[in-house]
C-alpha cells in the first residue's frame, strides 16, 4: 500500500494529503455549481446531494478506471510470491474508496458549519451505500484487469464506459422523479440502488423504496465470484 501511494502521490508538496485532496478539489467544484444553479430535490439541499452522488461516483470511476493495466504496472512486485493480482487490486480499492470517503466527510462537515448541509439523518445507510459502491467496483475491477491485461484496445473502452455511466448511475437524480417505465427499467441497475440507499441516509425526505439491498448483495457477490475466477486465470497467465 505505501509502494501504491508512493508511486501515485510521491513525497513533494503535500504528499500523501493528496489521497484526499484531488477528489476533494473537484468535488468541492461540482457541489458549489450545483448549489448555486440548482434548488432542492424533494426537500433535499443541492449541496449535499450532489456531493453525495459526485463522491461515491468518484469511488467507482476511480477503481474502475485504475484497474485497466493494473497488474502490469505492477508487475515488478510479482517476483514475490507473497503478492497477487488479487493484492493489487485490493490496496488500489482500498486507497480510492478511503480517499473519497474521506473527502466526503470534510467537504459534509464544511457544508453542516456554513449552514448548507445538515448531519447525515441514517448515518449508516450512507456508510452502507459508500460499502456497497466500493464492494460493486472492486468487483468489476477485477474483471477489467483481467480482461484488459495484455490488450491495450480492451482497455481503451474502460474510460468511455465510465462516461456512459454517469448518466445511468443514479448519482445525480432520483428514481421518484423518473416516469414509471423508464423507474422499472432503471431499477435493474444496481448502481442506482446504492445511490437511493446513500441518499436515503443522508436525507430525511428520501425515499426507501428503492434501495433493493438484497438485491445489490446479491449482485455483488455474483460479480465479485466471476471476478475472482477471471483473476484467478490471470494469475496462471503471468510470467514473472
Request: with cysteine.
Amino acid at each position: 500500500m505505501l509502494r501504491e501511494l508512493h508511486s501515485r502521490f510521491g513525497r513533494d508538496n503535500i504528499g500523501y494529503l493528496w489521497l484526499i485532496g484531488e477528489p476533494m478539489m473537484l468535488a468541492t467544484v461540482i457541489s458549489s455549481i450545483h448549489y448555486f444553479t440548482s434548488h432542492s430535490h424533494q426537500g433535499m439541499q443541492p449541496y449535499p446531494f450532489t456531493l453525495v452522488g459526485y463522491c461515491l461516483f468518484i469511488i467507482f470511476r476511480g477503481i474502475f478506471n485504475r484497474a485497466e493495466g493494473a497488474v502490469e504496472s505492477s508487475s515488478s512486485l510479482m517476483y514475490h510470491k507473497m503478492v497477487k493480482p488479487i493484492d493489487v487490486m485490493i490496496v488500489k480499492t482500498i486507497i480510492e474508496s478511503l480517499g473519497c470517503v474521506a473527502s466526503l466527510i470534510v467537504l459534509m462537515a464544511i457544508g453542516i458549519m456554513l449552514g448548507i448541509a445538515e448531519f447525515p439523518v441514517r448515518p449508516l445507510y450512507l456508510m452502507l451505500g459508500a460499502l456497497m459502491v466500493t464492494w460493486w467496483s472492486f468487483a468489476l475491477s477485477l474483471i477489467v484487469a483481467s480482461v484488459t491485461y495484455g490488450s491495450h484496445t480492451l482497455g481503451r473502452f474502460v474510460h468511455p464506459i465510465s462516461y456512459f455511466c454517469v448518466p445511468l448511475s443514479g448519482a445525480f437524480w432520483t428514481m421518484s422523479l423518473l416516469p414509471a417505465n423508464f423507474r422499472s427499467a432503471m431499477a435493474w441497475n444496481p448502481m442506482v440502488a446504492m445511490f437511493e440507499t446513500a441518499r436515503y441516509g443522508q436525507f430525511e425526505w428520501a425515499d426507501d423504496r428503492y434501495m433493493y439491498i438484497g438485491y445489490q448483495i446479491t449482485v455483488c457477490a455474483c460479480l465479485t465470484f466471476v471476478g475472482l475466477v477471471f483473476i484467478r486465470t490471470l494469475q496462471k497467465r503471468i510470467h514473472v
